[in-house]
């Protein structure tokens, strides 16, 4: 549609709108009537040609210039977090939730699954601590068969967390999305979890919207052994870290 980001004045870059705002607003700029179909068909190319982003569920954004990334926790990876600095002050970890993929990602997740990484010597520990709070949906560095087999909501899947892994910017416990990406392409669980399909957008997303610290990516790929691997994933699908991205 025309002039799409004529019609979207209304809605400032950044601030997120559900679908009937982005109706309400479409018909506003045009001056008209339009029917349902039209008004849906509007959103789709909106989305495909990235004048607006899918940010959550029902939830959408106006893309604003590129900025720090940040990620709103659920109540659940928060109660994870609350356990793991009661119990282990003084031990390095980071949470990652597989939901953080729904602002970059076409098909919605659905279940998510909180990832605890914890620094190498605590992770049995960690573990141990946790496993009987959170019976029948923990698992400790599972397989691929195992995580799917055993699979529930808020599912927690402990694993270890390398020294190089990048800090959160606002607390330490926050992952980044310089480390997201990365497991993402070398990880051996989280690799087969999210879509083949899905790889393309989730970087080209990340890159467009967000500051990314490309140094402090191969860093953390190098630690885990896979900067070969991870300098092969992003040849194969064509993604270019430049370092204005820094």
């Known amino acids: 549609m025309e002039n799409i980001q004529k019609r979207l004045s209304g809605i400032e870059p950044g601030r997120t709108f559900s679908r009937e705002e982005y109706y309400t607003a479409i018909q506003n700029g045009s001056g008209m009537v339009l029917k349902e179909d039209a008004l849906a068909y509007s959103l789709r190319k909106s989305l495909s040609d990235g004048d607006i982003v899918r940010v959550s569920w029902n939830q959408y954004a106006v893309p604003a210039i590129r900025q720090i990334y940040r990620h709103d926790y659920s109540e659940a990876a928060k109660e994870v977090t609350a356990k793991m600095q009661e119990r282990f ?6 949470i990652f939730e597989l939901i953080q993929l729904n602002e970059f990602v076409n098909h919605l997740v659905a279940h998510n699954t909180i990832f605890l990484y914890v620094e190498n010597d605590a992770v049995d520990y960690a573990f141990d601590a946790l496993k009987q709070e959170y019976s029948g949906r923990i698992m400790l560095k599972p397989s691929v068969a195992e995580y799917y087999r055993y699979l529930v909501d808020d599912e927690i899947v402990v694993g270890r967390l390398p020294s190089e892994s990048p800090k959160g910017l606002e607390q330490p416990w926050e992952t980044r999305m310089e480390k997201v990406l990365v ?17 393309r957008n989730i970087f080209a997303d990340s890159i467009d919207r967000y500051f990314l610290d490309t140094k402090a990516m191969f860093r953390y790929a190098k630690r885990k052994g896979a900067e070969k691997k991870f300098r092969a994933f992003l040849e194969k699908y064509e993604i270019n870290l430049k370092d204005d991205k820094l």
């Open 183 to 199: 497991d993402i392409a070398v990880d051996k669980l989280l690799s087969q979890i999210v879509s083949t399909g899905e790889y």
């Open 89 to 94: 002050s003084n031990v390095r970890f980071q």
